[in-house]
């Protein structure tokens, strides 16, 4: 079993900028393909970033070029960086693991997820 624990969700203005955290519980983190990924109200959830457990990283194009994900493996976390924070970025964000795909872009791949975090980007 995984547990994953998002943070750094917030409120900030456009053009502005957060760093949102999951930290993964278990010793096999580096094995992982880790995932963010997002929903905003009356929508479905979409992916946006993923990483690979040897670190290839791949992104939704709306966040290209303004987000990157990265890891940290030493302490068993994935971090997603989103600069130029727009309005309609507004969501909660999840985190996932998938412990079995390479790469992993929709959710029925991954296996665990997060709690969520909430990011509210005002216009």
């Known amino acids: 079993q995984v547990q994953l624990v998002e943070s750094g969700g917030g409120l900030v203005q456009a053009g502005g900028s957060l760093r949102l955290s999951c930290a993964a519980s278990?010793?096999?983190?580096?094995?992982?393909?880790m995932g963010w990924f997002r929903q905003a109200p009356r929508k479905e959830r979409e992916f946006v970033a993923g990483?690979?457990?040897?670190?290839?990283?791949y992104y939704v194009n709306s966040v290209k070029g303004r987000f990157t994900i990265s890891r940290d493996n030493a302490k068993n976390t994935v971090y997603l960086q989103m600069n130029s924070l727009k309005p309609e970025d507004t969501a909660v964000y999840y985190c996932?693991?998938?412990?079995?795909?390479?790469?992993?872009?929709?959710?029925?791949?991954?296996?665990?997820w997060g709690q969520g975090t909430q990011v509210t980007v005002s216009s």
């Open positions: 278990g010793r096999t983190f580096s094995t992982y393909g």
């Open positions: 996932a693991a998938d412990v079995a795909f390479g790469i992993a872009t929709t959710s029925d791949q991954y296996d665990y």
């Open positions: 990483i690979s457990r040897t670190s290839t990283t």
